[in-house]
């Protein structure tokens, strides 16, 4: 059945959290907390209510693996601390902030997908000046917008090795370059093919930038199906 949980569950060591296809909902003051060294991986489940850190690691040393795993977010959640790991799929639903704060790597699996449903912000902003803390391990892991906004602090976002695909309207909002930065905003590939990003829209999809800057650095212009127009990447005929 579904579970209400009101307090925090730490966690150590290597552990597994299986839902079972239910949902567990910590709208009541609930709290799941992955200790120093550890690891927990959670799988089948939908995760309701996750807002601030209540769903957290306790340092750079800690982390968490999705597989098969539904988070609702209806108004701010803050990832500020360890990595995770997107282990099949994740997908972010409720019209909240998924804010990316760490300063470490977090990882998309071969073969996963890390998925941003309607009206859903992914806020990318380390508390480092590192671009590149979102690994795609192959072109087989996909980052989905769907009626999503992607938020970059000055630090800028690096994205390359992997696949982004874009479902109906999607938006960039990117911070201006701060201090010594001479650039900042979304940036597509790095100039060398083996880290080229493959970009897929399905009908009717398209990537709006509303502020900053889209550095599209695919060598040989591998933007599959895909017009770029300026300030705006729309599939073909839209």
Known sequence: DDENLSQTWKFSGAATLDGKNKTLDLSAGGRLEVLAGGKLTLRNMHLNGILNDNLSCADGTASIEFRDVELGISNSYHFGAG?????????????????????????????????????????????????????????????HLDQATLKITSTGLEMHSGTLRLSHKNYVEADEPQGQSLWAGLKLGTGLEYQNLSVHVNPGGSLEVKSGLLDYKNVEGLLNDVTAMGSEIAADGT
């Open 83 to 143: 990595s995770f790991e997107v282990g099949s799929q994740l997908s972010c639903v409720g019209g909240g902030i998924f804010s990316y704060e760490s300063v470490e790597a977090s990882t998309i699996a071969s073969g996963a997908i890390f998925e941003f449903g309607p009206l859903m912000t992914f806020s990318y902003s380390p508390t480092n000046t590192f671009d590149n803390r979102l690994i795609f391990t192959d072109s087989t892991s996909q980052l």
